[in-house]
C-alpha cells in the first residue's frame, strides 16, 4: 500500500511523486549523454541541437507520462517485491533488496517484451535482450532506491519531497553534463 504523507507546507508527497521525479532526472541524464555523444561524434546529416531547445517543453508532459508509467509498472512492484523479500528471508528493509528484485523485474519485463516481439516475427540475439535486462535494471535500482527512502523518512515524519529530487538531479545533470562536455571537447582536443 503505498503511503503519502504531508509536506511541511501541507501539499502530498508520496513515494509515487519521488519515483517519478528520479526517473526524470535519470532520463535527463540519459538525454545530456546522448547529446554529447552526437557532439562529438556528428553524422554526415546532423542538425544544430536548437530544435531540441526549442520542442523541450513540448516534450516534458511525455516525459512525465513515461516516467509515471515505468514507475508503475517496474519501480513500484520492484520496492513491494524487496520488501516482501526482506520479510519473507531476513533483512527487511534492507537496501540490497532492491537491486535484487530490480534484477527480476527487468528480466520480467524484458522477457515479456522478447516473447511479444518472437510472436510478431522480431527475434534478436541473445546479447541485445541481455543489454536490455541491465539497462532497465540500472534504470530501476536508483528510483527504487529512492522509493525507499522517501516511505522509510515519511514513517519518520521527515518526507523526501519530489521537488527536491527534482532540483538535486536537474544540478546533478547539469554538473555531469558540463564534465562530460569538458572532457569530450579535452580528448577531442588532444586527438584531433
Do not use: K, N
Not at 540475439?125 to 522509510?152: D, E, H, K, M, N
Not at 553534463?177 to 571537447?185: E, I, R
Request: charged share 10%.
Amino acid at each position: 500500500m503505498q503511503t503519502v504523507t504531508a509536506d511541511t507546507d501541507g501539499r502530498p508527497s508520496s513515494g509515487l511523486t519521488v519515483t517519478v521525479s528520479a526517473l526524470m532526472v535519470e532520463m535527463a541524464f540519459a538525454a545530456a549523454a546522448l547529446w554529447s555523444w552526437g557532439v562529438t561524434h556528428p553524422g554526415p546529416e546532423d542538425e544544430s541541437g536548437a530544435l531540441a531547445v526549442v520542442a523541450l517543453p513540448l516534450l516534458l508532459p511525455v516525459v512525465a507520462g513515461v516516467a509515471l508509467l515505468l514507475a508503475l509498472t517496474l519501480v513500484l512492484p520492484t520496492v513491494a517485491l524487496a520488501r516482501r523479500a526482506g520479510v519473507w528471508w531476513g533483512g527487511a528493509g534492507a537496501w540490497w533488496w532492491i537491486p535484487g528484485m530490480a534484477s527480476v523485474v527487468a528480466a520480467a519485463g524484458v522477457t515479456v517484451v522478447g516473447v511479444g516481439a518472437g510472436c510478431r516475427g522480431g527475434v534478436a540475439a541473445p546479447g541485445v535482450y541481455l543489454w536490455w535486462w541491465l539497462g532497465v535494471t540500472a534504470l530501476i535500482v536508483p528510483a527504487g532506491l529512492l522509493s525507499r527512502l522517501a516511505r522509510r523518512r515519511a514513517r519518520q515524519g521527515r518526507p523526501v519531497r519530489a521537488r527536491t529530487v527534482l532540483f538535486g538531479g536537474c544540478a546533478g545533470v547539469v554538473a555531469f553534463f558540463m564534465a562530460l562536455l569538458t572532457v569530450a571537447l579535452g580528448v577531442a582536443s588532444v586527438l584531433g
